[in-house]
């Protein structure tokens, strides 16, 4: 479950970085995956909020602050996200939001960048690398993105033989 969790609340602030703070979000699908007793455990977060300034053609000048409410968490199993939201895992209760803030955006070729970012969870920051890709379409704009984190860096849960540590999040947003 701790597992799960992490990668909701990192899915949540990749989601938030591709978004426009002059722009709306029309769409946006955040998904979260870990393993537990070898079984692939996914989940999606949503509630996105944003100040995103992305530049494409200057992202070193771009900036991206984005959080998520970590109550929007859903692993379609209610026991299961009650649990997660508890004291053991994300305690809501005292950190209710993830935050991520831009520390640097770089192009890495065609529609590929590269960010680091302050990820803060549970009241620790660490800094994580996320890939993504900007695209234009004829309806707006699509970040994609995708990132993999430590839960225990972010003392989500305690270290686990049957609960894995890995999490790995998605994120798909379009902007209009």
């Given at each position: 479950?701790?597992?799960?969790?992490?990668?909701?609340?990192?899915?949540?602030?990749?989601?938030?970085?591709?978004?426009?703070?002059?722009?709306?979000?029309?769409?946006?699908?955040?998904?979260?995956?870990?393993?537990?007793?070898?079984?692939?455990?996914?989940?999606?977060?949503?509630?996105?909020?944003?100040?995103?300034?992305?530049?494409?053609?200057?992202?070193?000048?771009?900036?991206?602050?984005?959080?998520?409410?970590?109550?929007?968490?859903?692993?379609?199993?209610?026991?299961?996200?009650?649990?997660?939201?508890?004291?053991?895992?994300?305690?809501?209760?005292?950190?209710?939001?993830?935050?991520?803030?831009?520390?640097?955006?770089?192009?890495?070729?065609?529609?590929?960048?590269?960010?680091?970012?302050?990820?803060?969870?549970?009241?620790?920051?660490?800094?994580?690398?996320?890939?993504?890709?900007?695209?234009?379409t004829a309806t707006g704009t699509t970040f994609k993105g995708g990132f993999k984190i430590n839960r225990l860096d972010y003392g989500v849960g305690t270290s686990s033989l049957v609960l894995s540590d890995e999490v790995t999040v998605n994120v798909e947003a379009e902007v209009k």
């Amino acid at each position: 479950m701790k597992k799960l969790l992490l990668p909701i609340l990192l899915i949540i602030i990749t989601a938030s970085a591709f978004t426009s703070s002059n722009n709306t979000v029309t769409r946006s699908a955040i998904t979260f995956k870990t393993r537990n007793m070898g079984i692939g455990v996914d989940g999606t977060i949503g509630g996105l909020q944003a100040d995103v300034h992305f530049d494409a053609a200057d992202p070193a000048a771009s900036t991206i602050e984005a959080s998520v409410d970590v109550n929007t968490i859903n692993t379609d199993n209610s026991s299961r996200d009650e649990h997660l939201k508890g004291e053991d895992f994300f305690d809501i209760a005292h950190y209710p939001k993830i935050t991520l803030k831009s520390i640097s955006i770089k192009h890495k070729s065609g529609d590929n960048y590269t960010g680091k970012f302050n990820l803060t969870l549970k009241g620790k920051t660490k800094q994580v690398d996320i890939p993504f890709s900007f695209t234009q379409t004829a309806t707006g704009t699509t970040f994609k993105g995708g990132f993999k984190i430590n839960r225990l860096d972010y003392g989500v849960g305690t270290s686990s033989l049957v609960l894995s540590d890995e999490v790995t999040v998605n994120v798909e947003a379009e902007v209009k």
